[in-house]
């Protein structure tokens, strides 16, 4: 029997799959963990794997998504083999993944641990092009890429055609514009500096800016000491979230919030910011 309901199976495969959602994008666990547990896009494909075999594996109706397809239910394992089958056309590719899709921004869940195991073969591309690009560790860059991902589910347009494609750029810009940073860092030492840089550090040290950012509310205390220790102290975002049992893409966005409102506060030529260190 197959479940072709948009509502997720209220099976432990299903509970599994909602916990995986959360665990396969984290990357402060350490590296025996990993090693124990497996890489995410791993983690993903195994809960897709026992969500197949429960009572009422996942499943779409094959008469009502395009011409090529069986007239059933399809289980969504068949259906991954069907879709990258060189008879399976774009038209009705596109429209299997608007139906997925759909699944994985409403009910989120199995539906989105889906999603992530039928675009692995995508993913496994795209993550070797970012590591041949990134000098990130394999596992860090693989959690960054998902959480991407699950946020270019999100944002994609359903009207667009091509969109396997469309995903895996969306994924990628968001991966190499959260990178960005990295490569020529927000807050360098002034001394540092290349001359490259939109974005100049006041004269004083990069420490008293921070302060003197929470002191006027540009950023929070909290986001002043990840931002030091992330930035200033070279401490990586994947060490320093495994140190406090945090989440890695949590703690990602909420740098990206607070460095973009230091940067904002700094364009503006706030006075009290941009002025000589006290």
Known sequence: MYDTRSTDAATPAAATARETCLGMTDSSHDASTASAQGRPLDLA????????????????DGTALGPGLPARPIPLD??????????????????????????ARTHRGAWMVAAVALAAPMLRRLLKTLNQTLPVEREELEAEMLACFMEALGRVELSWSHLVLRLSRLTQFAVLRARAIDRADLLPEPEMSDGRQALRYPSGHADELLERAVELGVITAQAAELISM?????????????????????????????????????????????????
């Not at 026992?50 to 996942?58: A, E, K, R, V």
């Not at 060189?86 to 429209?95: L, Y």
Request: with cysteine; charged share 25%.
């Open 45 to 60: 494909e195994r809960a897709f794997r026992l969500l197949m075999q429960g009572p009422q594996p996942l499943a779409v």
């Open 78 to 103: 068949e259906l991954g083999t069907l879709l990258l089958h060189p008879s399976c056309s774009r038209a009705t590719r596109d429209e299997v993944w608007r139906h997925l899709i759909e699944q």
């Open 230 to 278: 992330t930035r200033l102290d070279s401490i990586s975002l994947s060490t320093y979230c495994r140190a406090r049992g945090l989440l890695y893409c949590t703690e990602l966005k909420r740098r990206q919030r607070a460095e973009a409102r230091l940067r904002q506060a700094l364009l503006s030529g706030e006075p009290s910011l941009s002025g000589n260190a006290k």
